[in-house]
């Protein structure tokens, strides 16, 4: 399992906020923080900048242009947030969504790059990540099967051999239920041979869970550290307590569907004798005794003969006496 806290925009374009964000992600069990390296002026086109917009709790936040300045993050941003996460142990990482801030992650280190789901059909885009030959994370949120399937053809047409996951996600800010279609996590595992994953914009915990146990191998959650912050996505975000939980509980899920169908370990193998039943006699009875079904009773342990073979016993004679709740051992009936 690999878990990603997806601080996004929730840092508010606040380095010392940022920083708390990535500690307190760190300590809730997360694998990886994730931002996003916006230039707003290399995302939005001009004509846009001024169209109003709700400030989401920000006082000086009044136009589109107000918003998308406020959270985009500088190349010192990142080198500062990524030398705080080499320094505790948890790895950075950051969509780009310009050429230029895919060179300065490239420059500071990342080990992977992440391709947001309105950028799954930016092919240019797409082409100057995977000139970097690292490995990458699509996420396929707001996109139909077939512009997915396009999407990955088109990624391993470019790089054959590249390490690709795919994310199956909903672009719902919060996602409902009952559109959250986890069920699409099974079309994308006969798309794509490689990691499937869960980009959650879901409340709560308890669907990251549910796409664990449906094979979804990486979580990507977002992440804050108080859902009372400014901003469009504190309010669906996980706070420190429910990524641990998810963490904990997802990984608990992981491990109970690494065995490969039904087996037995060897301890259940060792509960049997206790919870299966042997074949006994329903009273005292003498030898030359031939044996009916009424004769018969089945009770534990286990360690007799299972009542699976009642019938070849039917009909046998005792070869000597046998005393009420004894088992009938093979040993004890004439061929």
């Not at 801030?101 to 420059?107: A, I, K, T």
């Not at 240019?124 to 396929?140: D, F, G, Q, Y």
């Not at 009916?292 to 016993?313: H, Q």
């Amino acid at each position: 399992m690999f878990y990603i806290a997806e601080i996004g925009l929730n840092h508010n374009g606040s380095l010392k906020l940022a920083r708390q964000m990535v500690r307190a992600a760190q300590e809730a069990g997360a694998d990886a923080v994730k931002f996003q390296s916006i230039q707003a002026e290399k995302l939005i086109a001009r004509h846009t900048f001024e169209n109003p917009v709700d400030g989401f709790g920000f006082s000086k936040v009044k136009t589109v242009g107000d918003f998308w300045r406020k959270v985009s993050i500088d190349e010192r941003f990142h080198r500062e947030i990524k030398k705080l996460c080499d320094n505790i142990g948890i790895e950075f990482m950051s969509t780009p969504f310009d050429r230029e801030s895919v060179e300065w992650l490239e420059e500071i280190g990342v080990k992977r790059f992440k391709i947001a789901s309105g950028d799954l059909t930016n092919y240019p885009l797409i082409e100057h990540i995977l000139t970097k030959n690292k490995p990458v994370i699509l996420s396929t949120g707001g996109a139909k099967i077939d512009e997915i399937q396009s999407s990955i053809n088109f990624i391993r047409d470019k790089t054959p051999n590249i390490d690709l996951s795919v994310l199956h996600c909903v672009s719902l800010y919060p996602t409902p239920p009952a559109l959250a279609n986890l069920q699409a996590i099974d079309q994308l595992q006969l798309l794509h041979s490689g990691p499937i994953g869960f980009s959650d914009h879901t409340l709560g915990f308890h669907l990251a869970l549910g796409a664990i146990a449906r094979g979804a191998e990486i979580i990507e959650k977002h992440f804050t550290i108080d859902q009372k912050l400014p901003g469009p996505d504190q309010s669906i975000s996980a706070t420190p307590p429910i990524f641990s939980k998810i963490v904990k509980l997802g990984n608990d899920i992981n491990k109970a569907l690494q065995a490969d169908g039904k087996q037995l370990s060897s301890q259940e193998k060792d509960e049997l004798n206790d919870m299966r039943r042997s074949i006994v006699a329903a009273k005292d009875m003498n030898s030359g005794t031939i044996l009916t079904s009424n004769d018969l009773e089945y009770k534990r342990p286990g360690d007799g003969i299972s009542p699976i073979e009642f019938k070849n016993v039917i009909g046998k004679q005792l070869k000597t006496d046998i005393a009420k709740d004894e088992q009938i051992k093979w040993s004890l009936l004439d061929d």
